[in-house]
């Protein structure tokens, strides 16, 4: 456990944009519950054994030799005199959780080789020290990526896991004590080089920021387990990954410079709850450097403009590091947000413990439809770098299944795939389905999502490495029909014979009548009107701003059909919204909520809704802060201490970057986002007998899915044997822009249901 107070070399200096928000030590319920939580953490194996942390340290220490060798034998090869050739070096360097010292047992090391300049990616490092690796008996699973976005190695030595980049610099020699965290490092370097480095430097900023190593170290291995249970950990599915959750840790560090653990995690729900997306996260100012390389800046770069939740790297050049994150993924993660923070708060009142904090979501359990992506190859080979290009493309599925139903239809991606194992060469990905909550049913209107999945497939089926046998699949199944294999040791879970903390947020929300607790509900306090006229107005301002986003526009016509999904013929059920969440009694709790308001505001919490009146009033930030409300503090010390942390959390969101502007172009815009990296990898195919299109489009006659309303409510139609059915195209005609002045006035896209064979309500999920 850290010391309380300062403990790294910026001691006495302020860390971040801001003055701190409290600067209050640890009560004796602080040190007692961090106790607790290090003791949670070790049980639970999140620590490495002392034989595998000293396996890892010979590994990297092997590994640098061997990149020593291999400069100096390609430059002799290169005909560099002997002089030249001694003096040749090659250095190996850490990043990510390892570098951090956050790393589980099993875990990847990213290591950074960095090279002098006639040291080449193409042809020395993965072909030269690729065949050096490939020689060696250690070496295993030896991988090279050179065409990825950050060109890539992947091998295991010894057992150890290894991702290694490349950075070829200016140099002619490598010093031993080269220091990488000197922008002039970035001079006369490729795109490559510098994106490469940007591992390293970033974590090396990260632990030069925060006023405590220790604390963050434990606070972070916290959030990145309770994240992992959450199913919000992946930067590929559109949530955050391990960088993006270091700097939320970090900035959470440097605003309660003096907190153990279990106080930074509470303030992290605390203050992520209340955070006004897209206000951006950042530990430093940003630089604009001498180098003239773009770092992120909404009001110079139109791109920029559209992320949602801009978390910001902290070394030259900054960019965004979450770009990934679309509507629906920022909804669920805040919406985790609040509940983290009510059991923080439950803690305190004795009311739970660590084990509630991190109860696995059931994901599941959550809705009672989801689309299944199935994909296969003919050999492990090619299903790894399938499955590699299809996972890189999944989050646009989800962007445009939002889009292209004006956000009717929300998407939760699940951070993961699942084999079967009866199935060699095959895994499955699947995506909850939901309505929006609090629109109108309007009887025989449909959105039609048949040309969306054709349209992705399509997409993902001009891969250019594309090979017979790689295929992919798009089914919609019900929850009652979900494969066994995704469940732990292929066996359907029985309904549970105790609530646990959602069930019981779900049964709170709805006996009290607002749904602030659930994922797509409405804001605890607004429904009651808690909201002042001046905080409803900044609201409000907050929402047009991102309405006007262009990336996530909501149709809004005067009536709009509820979000189901239909086909010719088959069974009809509900489609609910996220939260169907199994009660004590084991029956299904449907909840409430308007969705709209977490979408474009982030969770709102009450305190800072009833506190608008105050807003401006705090000097700063608090720099006498009461302390973290514990043992000794009374209840009314509590709430004063809560309401002035509450005035200091608004207080450090503003800033330059607050004001988004509208863009005229959205539509282009948005495809321009979706498809920057695809562009470089598509090749044109024709519609063939034979080839990658071909594959895109089933066998099957089965129907598509077609998202309707009828008057009885909303309904899924299924094949009369009720199982998976397969989306397959429908006529085939192009989508058409939609100009920003008609969004409000054009419904969403309708087909009239004329199918009234086999309706039957579903009695259960």
Known sequence: MGSPGLGNQNSGQRLGITEPISLGGPTDYDVIKTRELEKYLQDVGLYESQVEAVRREEVLGRLDQIVKNWVKAISRAKGLNEQLVQEANAKIFTFGSYRLGVHGPGADIDTLCVGPR??????????????????????????????????????KFKGVSIDLLYARLSLWVIPEDLDISQDSILQNTDEQTV?????????????????????????????????????VYSNVSGFLGGINWALLVARICQLYPNALPNMLVSRFFRVYTQWRWPNPVMLCPIEEGSLGLQVWDPR????????????????YPSMNSSYNVSASTLRIMTDEFQRGGEICEAMEANKADWDTLFEAYAFFDAYKNYLQIDISAENDDDLRKWKGWVESRLRQLTLKIERHTYNMLQCHPHPGDFQDKSRPFHCSYFMGLQRKQGVPVNESEQFDIRLTVEEFKRTVNMYTLWKIGMEIRVSHVKRRNMPTFVFPGGVRPSHPSKA???????????????????????????????????????????????SKNGKYVTAAPSSIPEVQVGSPAGTMISCSARGDHLDATGSVEPTKGNAESNVTNGSKNPSTEQ???????????????????????????????EEAENLAIEKIMSGPYVSHQAHQALQELEELEDDLEFR??????????????????????????????????????????????????????????????????????????????????????
């Open 195 to 231: 994106r490469s480095l940007n591992g390293c430097r970033v974590t090396d900023q990260i632990l030069r920021l925060v006023p405590n190593i220790q604390n963050f170290r434990t606070t972070l291995r916290c959030m990145r387990f309770w994240a992992k249970r959450r199913g």
């Open 300 to 315: 110079k770069y139109p791109k920029d403009r559209f992320h949602l939740m801009p978390i910001i790297t902290p070394a």
């Open 500 to 546: 646990t903390w959602d069930s019981r947020r779900v049964s709170d929300a709805k006996v009290s009548g607002h749904a602030g607790s659930d994922k797509s509900g409405e804001v605890k306090g607004v429904a009651d009107g808690q909201v002042d006229g001046k905080k409803r107005k900044r609201v409000d301002d907050n929402e047009d701003a991102q």
């Open 118 to 155: 006639h040291a080449t990616r193409e042809e020395d490092f993965f072909g030269e020290l690729h065949k050096m690796l490939s020689e060696m008996p250690e070496v295993s699973e030896l991988h090279p990526v050179p065409d990825a976005h950050v060109p890539v190695m992947g091998f």
């Open 611 to 641: 506190l608008s009146s105050h807003n401006g009033e705090v000097d700063g930030s608090l720099r006498c802060t009461p302390p973290h409300k514990g043992l000794h503090v009374t209840a009314d010390a509590a709430a004063s201490s």
């Open 680 to 765: 470089n990898q598509v090749v044109s195919v024709g519609s063939t007998n034979n080839g990658p299109l071909q594959s895109s489009v089933s066998d099957s006659a089965g129907a598509a899915p077609v998202v309707s309303s009828n008057g009885a409510g909303s309904s899924i139609s299924l094949p009369a044997s009720g199982g998976i059915e397969e989306l397959e195209p429908a006529e085939l005609t192009a989508m058409t822009s939609i100009p920003v002045a008609s969004v409000v006035q054009r419904k969403p896209l309708i087909r009239l249901n004329l199918t009234s064979l086999g309706k039957v309500s579903e009695k259960s999920g």
